[in-house]
């Protein structure tokens, strides 16, 4: 199965390399372009500087391709790779300028997807031996929804609903607006498409028992405390077995071992992609001696 | 001075606005569809959870507005401004529809840009009393250089170049290719627009001396070990009086303040914006009771 | 509740909307130009001349102010309004030149969304009395899966999945790779987003048992013939009383009222957007005798 | 000649191939992607399901490319044979996934433009014989212009004005606002481009004497009974035997014999690209048994 | 009648506009942020500094409501206007920043198109009295077609066809590849839309014979000297009295008026617009005393 | 070193290729269309027909290859190349309609970038012998600065900054806002970037005198007379051997020789970019005798 299935090809990640091209390089690289002679071709690696599980090469890939489409990238690794300090992920090789000029746009999108499929491999890891879900939220950083939820599956981590559009998720807010939670659960019954499960997110026990009460498919447990969550769970299985139990809120690293165990079938994890750090990647160009290329015409 | 000028205004920043919706909202809001009544108006709190300095306001109101042009966001504080747990960031009335789909593309661009604008303050503080500038890299989260690089100014730090085209950097791997530092520089000199300072990466005392002797006006001490920045200042001081020093790589908070005594004119920092978390900032909804509004047409 | 939520806001169909007006007016009017006075002032009905359920019209406002952005377009009746021959639809007041390059457009998009919205009326008028949805299919006009989603909301109907995304639906061509009903049930378990049913389709009994089986939460019966439908719906009753049955391919006009009372929870049907023919409403323009406009600046 | 042209490579093409793909797979697709694996490579066949006229071989091809760049798209015939039921139409091969995800967006085009083909042959059908040229008008759906105009000419028909700036059409709007058939065309002479033709709409003969005293180079007979077609063109070739008759309003297939004979030039009918329903071809996707691919990196 | 219609409203225009903002300012004005009071309210006055005909003021205002909504332009004059030096030709107001931001790319907009107008208008002078039309041609600046064409219109003059589609024009390599002129119109003929005229370029007598008997409706005399125009013009009024004559090719201000006598239709000049200088406009910024603005929140 | 470093590849200049297409060929080529032989093969040679330096080859060979992937540009010189009347400059072999459809687009592009290169090559030529950079300005054409600065490179000239942001120029619309030179240095020090030197342009001794006092590395004499000239540069020597001298406003070729001459560091000339007239370039197609493409698929 394809758990991958890396998002290149979509316009949305297309209009997103474009805006990252031209906020770096779209009006030249005037250090390489007056310090490099155009004919000079030239080879980089790529190279971990850090433990990390890889993620992001084939868009490092289409960033040397745009700036010459004589590039070219040898994967040495895979994504979803974990790598050592000082291992060789992938060697470019081209028309010096080119390399020069997409390093940083490259690097910056591999070294935050790599955060965040280490991230997320850590925290899987953390669950190891129990049968959850490590998954995303809907808390990714604007525009790289779709390249950050691939890093979470090249992690080892599933994905949450995609938007708006493909979960149903009722919450606090929606309840505030209109009434309550039996009200909400009918309403989305009755309306929204039948291909959507119908969850809905309860901050304590009596509203995880109205919720089950309405035919919820999956409670969300926002920010329960630890010694809560194992009481939810058993009161979900025994009242309505086929429900889901997933758990979002203050997820660390440290209460992921005993949340794992607590039986909860999701744990929902919003710093997997707005707070991952970025991993340690560098790039080093040296000549290639015979090298050189004429001008590229197109 | 204006050291804030938002950049809502640019084609660019609109464009990651278009997709930031598209990828969460632009199917539709299944869930506020099926459950919320069309005519239903609302009010909602924007809520700091945290100590952090705002930054995003403008962009929130344009993603609300996109949704629904009646919806009004009132500011009850501004950006740049340092705020406690608790307070009261900004007020959205409008369609109850218009503000759950539009939540969460508010807050996440609010709690990236505010955690950038927060770390930033973080290392100016630890900088205080020092006559440094704290400036961000080419470091940042594709697609959002701009919007990054106003929320370092936001949190009191200052832009590094904006891009490839609006300043001169010769690395490593620019001298790797050209022969020697005195080579490229001269290079440089030669070829490049008159506008931007020439500015040098060196790696030790020796490549210091080269850049000096080569004419550098500005030099980055990469990766120097905090007992070896005073010494190279000192040299930069007795030799070329006017010439910046620049320090980055590996800067942590912990070394900050030695970094900040040394001397130094700048130090730049990578994590500010490729590493900063997400700080927590929620939205609570509520009914206006009186509210009833037709479907806007436009 | 909302069952409408119209998708003008959405990037998307600005970016129809742009093509739209490019096409057919992107390098001006010339017989408008050239033959009305540009200060001419005007005001034009829209009506409909056959029996039909209105739906665009807040497309056709955007239409117009695009063009100038003067123009105000007053509503008679709303989206999923039922009006005979003759009913005045809505009036637009404007430049005479304005109104003119845009009625082709405004019509345009008008005339196919109320054919949408039309067509499926009459099928859920078909339905009348049973508990059944009538819902669309992904087999939409391209380019405008959003819009005629909408109309068929605005005629009464419900909508399927959005998108490939935002539901999951085995069918025979996942079962030929993978080898049966039960390994495709299996792998959508293990590894796709816990927010989404999981239908599978069928196309006879066996398969239908299989799918039952495997657990599908959702069945849809490809092609059954109308008789053999009853018998599917009482098979999955008793055997998952909680899966949706869901019924497509051929379902006519004809055929609606024994379909719907067979039991089934739903009947799709790809006619509704792909052959929906357009109907008929006609814009009437009239000088406004005083009216005298300088040129618009913007 | 090429009747055809493909508009293919206009941005306006690509722009709306974007939009196609975004709604339909923007997200990615959740079936095949935890269904199917990832290495497995496959072959697809197009098939038709009816009698019909093939149109749009050139953008499914450039779907499934968009998809994954290693699929090749086998014609088996050409855009604008027609085909009876059973025909192999075209083999595509490549991931299996891509196969799947493409399947629908390249049918939908399929479906839509062999619609509009098909119908138009049989309209071009129903005239044989007589010197008369079957047109589309500017009633597309929006967005599809270049595809349904290049699907009119793929089946046998001709194209009217491609927008509002390639042809002058005075209409009863234009006649309302300036007064009178006379002034209409003398302004339209002295202020449009020389490089078009001035044509009239009229609804009666005294409309249509009007026009030709005026110098109309082209009458649109409205809405015109059967019976005054005859008369209509008797009268224009005795007076200005250059000037070409078309008649639009009506026409449907039952007319088109009586019509074509009349002697116009011209039959412009706006069913052909506004009201075509959508002809019936499907895919059908097989392994390929030593099929596995690695992960395109593009 | 409206020769101008200005195609502000055009997508096409928004988009260079677009360009054009993001090329100049999409990473904000370094010099106006770093120097100018972001609260600072100023007025500046576009002033012409030589003789000549305005053109953009629509455009103009774009740029500086771009930047800032508050901004306001008062035109003291209108597109199309003659000027003599120091003539104030509108006032801006708003954010001094934005005023400063704008004023290069309002004031390249309007000194290209004032420039297009102005050199339009001598030509239209030079050909007074006579019963001419001084058209441009397709030999635009990428990018700015509908400007140009529109600056040309304000200049007095009138517009060719606007693009391949409107119009047909056969050439001398249309004819090196069919064979003759008289098979060229033939095919056009069968194969064009009837919307448009005929024409066909020709460069000798003999192939102007050629032409009226193949039935143009419009010959282009290119490149041909000036005593022979003429007896061209004598030749086409004897044999076909509805053909128009164009001339084309080496027209210069010097030959005008004795081109303009020789009884031809249409003068059509490429240098219009490609060659057109930018004629001198100037701003002046001053400070409004008691003018402070918060900060623009969109 | 590449002086040149072509700006194909950016976002920038593919968006002006799409508006640049749409405009001129969007809705397609009827004349050829209808004319030309789908099949027809041929070759076309690109001519130049006066003297004039090459620029704008690849943007050309892009234009054709839009058209039709199956054409191949054959480059006879290369970019930067001077030649004379007659000169081959390369031959396109493709589709004889994609040859037709892509001439005016390829040219105009040319013509206008050789136009630029050439204009820029003549000044650089009366500059000859004097150590001083001939520079352009940011007074472009919008929507073509980086093709046009391109062009400049091309010709033999410098650039001046990009754009606002990568380049500090203290104005006097500035000065009048701040209230001194003095305190606008002042400002721009404590807050633009460290990359970029700081420029005021002076239009006095007076001023000049304040600049050099405020610290200003680079001063720009602005529409100073040829005599005051040599005064400045020698009193900049004197004070701030290390500030840089511009001048700029009037300079034409008669003044070039002597302002080269008179020690300044640079010369920037708006009308390089603003003013050059198109230079004479053509297309000439001849039929490939055995050539017969079939229809391309993509």
Redesign the interface.
Known sequence: ????????????VQ????????????????????????G?E?E?DIIARERLVVCG??IA??VF????WRTR?R?RV??GDPVTPGTLVATVRGP??AL??G???A???M??LS?VATLTQTFVAAAEGAKV?V?DT?????????LEKYAVRVGGG??????????????D??V???GSVRE?VR??R????????I?VEVESMSELDEALEAGAE?VLLDNFATRDVGEAVKRVRERAP?T?V?ISGGVTLDRMHELAKSGV??ISI??LT??A??VDLS?????VVAGRMG????
């Open positions: 199965m394809s758990v991958f299935q890396a998002p290149w090809y979509t316009p949305a209009r997103l390399l474009d805006l990252a091209l031209e906020e770096d390089a779209g009006r030249g690289d005037v250090t390489s372009a007056s310090v490099i002679d155009e000079q030239a980089a090469l084939g890939e289409a391709t745009r700036f010459d990238l994967t895979a994504d010096a300028q020069l000029a390093e940083r746009v690097l910056n999108f070294q935050h955060g879900r998954t809907r808390k990714t950083t604007p525009g790289l929804r779709a599933h994905n949450h609903r995609a938007d708006l559009s493909s979960g149903i998720l009722i919450k807010n929606h505030a607006l209109v909400a309403r989305a009755a309306n929204a498409t039948h291909s959507l499960r969850e999956a086929r889901l997933e079938d999701i919003g710093s707005h707070s750090r970025a790039m080093e160009v040296r000549p001008a590229a015409e197109r």
